[in-house]
DNA sequence: AAACTGATTTAGACTACCCTAAATCTGATT
DNA sequence: AATCAGATTTAGGGTAGTCTAAATCAGTTT
């Protein structure tokens, strides 16, 4: 518990907390992918975290990994780290929240206990970071977040956006752009059910958009009654 | 120049600054025991430095090392991460000045440019960090400081405290203690030609401090007069 | 001028990553 | 039940950084 974690073990660990964020195990290619290295690094790094004391991850050879309650605690600490950061970065130094990831992800490996209790105190112990993302208390338990996105609503269906699940600082500054940011409320307009593009109305926006799913399966919303 | 140095090469090339400030060649033993692993690892390293393009270090065997001008400059970017970064996490964040070196140590080799410019921005630009060490300017030029030690004053002479030369956290909270702090003033005395010892008295207290050379060598003064 | 001593370098080994190319496994399809 | 395709692991190699133990060097002393 107290053994110290490398910067990629803690990048690793991010990853696989992401991708297994619905229970199922989380496969090497999705991580490679994700991480941006080699399939064959990822086996290396999981067989690696497989044998820690204690374990961090569950590893089956072929079939996917998954947090150990360690693990899970250690992912956290990580995702915590980096939501405050994203959120200082945004409110006190006047970072737009396309540039804050990037930073983010650098520092979460590096500051204190003592730095990161620093941060959420200046801050207010903030709930959500720019994007809306929930941030895991201190107690390292993640609050509720919305899971539907804005691609499941359908013709006649209001709603707020209360989450942008992204990171690519060019498709947040498109959404910034479009007006698509949290705290936003919107109207279905129409549905193409051939291609999945949803006609939306953003509340006090004079024209309709049309959006496809590049962009509504990473917008989670609120449905409103 | 625009090649990415790794953390450890980077707290290498300040050691070497801060080793050879003097102008001389920095010798593998003291660089050694200031970065706390085994002279065989600094001899390693140091070749590394030496064939990077441009070089970094000029380094002759068994005769010590200087830093090239491209050295000199990463060095200088680094000291001016860590003692702008030890001014924010003092002036903003509420660090007393013996837990900002430790928090900067590690934040100075992950901050972007944009982060540095930032914090110089919200800071007003310094001149000082916290110890009142100067900080490089942006443009990356040393501003000139304070060469004489209090431990070089004799009785009869006034001094105001310019800068402490000190990472260690127990001797700048002794230094607190003792009220020997950037801005004060002080008059000397007495000294003991055996031991070294100083007697000052600080203005605005109302006993002398008997001081040996373990502190009166960190403490850098500018006399009055 | 040889010897000594402490500083320094070399030799050899280890950990943590990463890569490419070549096996091998799994689950689906015939 | 055999085959196939794609996913995954293994094999083998590389860089960066660390260590200990064994040379070796340089400057001083005899
Ligand atoms: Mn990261
Ligand atoms: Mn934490
Ligand atoms: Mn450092
Ligand atoms: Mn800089």
Same mark, same amino acid.
């Given at each position: 518990?107290?053994?110290?974690?490398?910067?990629?073990?803690?990048?690793?660990?991010?990853?696989? &907390?992401?991708?297994?964020?619905?229970?199922?195990?989380?496969?090497?290619?999705?991580?490679?992918?994700?991480?941006?290295?080699?399939?064959?690094?990822?086996?290396?790094?999981?067989?690696?975290?497989?044998?820690?004391? @204690? =374990?961090?991850?569950?590893? $089956?050879?072929?079939?996917?990994?998954?947090?150990? @309650?360690?693990?899970?605690?250690?992912?956290?600490?990580?995702?915590?780290?980096?939501?405050?950061?994203?959120?200082?970065? &945004?409110?006190?130094?006047?970072?737009?929240?396309?540039?804050?990831?990037?930073?983010?992800?650098?520092?979460?490996?590096?500051?204190?206990?003592?730095?990161?209790? $620093?941060?959420?105190?200046?801050?207010?112990?903030?709930?959500?970071?720019?994007?809306?993302?929930?941030? @895991?208390?201190?107690?390292?338990?993640? @609050? =509720?977040?919305?899971?539907?996105?804005?691609?499941?609503?359908? =013709?006649?269906?209001?709603?707020?956006?209360?989450?942008?699940?992204?990171?690519?600082?060019?498709?947040?500054?498109?959404?910034? $752009?479009?007006?698509?940011?949290?705290?936003?409320?919107?109207?279905?307009?129409? &549905?193409?059910?051939?291609?999945?593009?949803?006609?939306?109305?953003?509340?006090?926006?004079?024209? =309709?958009?049309?959006?496809?799913?590049?962009?509504?399966?990473?917008?989670?919303?609120?449905?409103?009654?």
């Amino acid at each position: 518990m107290k053994n110290t974690l490398t910067h990629a073990s803690e990048d690793y660990l991010k990853a696989i &907390y992401a991708l297994s964020a619905n229970g199922a195990a989380a496969n090497t290619t999705a991580l490679a992918a994700r991480l941006g290295v080699a399939p064959a690094s990822v086996t290396g790094m999981l067989k690696r975290l497989a044998v820690t004391q @204690p =374990p961090l991850i569950v590893y $089956r050879k072929h079939h996917g990994v998954t947090l150990t @309650p360690a693990g899970e605690r250690a992912a956290l600490e990580i995702v915590r780290h980096h939501r405050l950061l994203e959120t200082y970065l &945004y409110r006190t130094l006047g970072y737009t929240w396309d540039e804050v990831h990037e930073e983010a992800c650098r520092l979460e490996h590096v500051i204190s206990e003592d730095f990161e209790e $620093r941060i959420a105190e200046a801050l207010g112990h903030p709930v959500r970071d720019p994007h809306g993302e929930p941030i @895991p208390t201190r107690e390292l338990t993640m @609050p =509720p977040f919305e899971a539907v996105p804005l691609s499941k609503l359908r =013709p006649g269906q209001r709603a707020v956006v209360q989450r942008v699940h992204a990171d690519d600082p060019a498709l947040l500054r498109h959404l910034q $752009r479009l007006g698509l940011t949290p705290g936003v409320g919107l109207t279905v307009d129409a &549905y193409d059910e051939f291609d999945h593009n949803l006609q939306i109305k953003i509340d006090a926006q004079a024209d =309709p958009l049309v959006l496809g799913t590049a962009i509504t399966d990473k917008v989670f919303i609120e449905v409103i009654a």
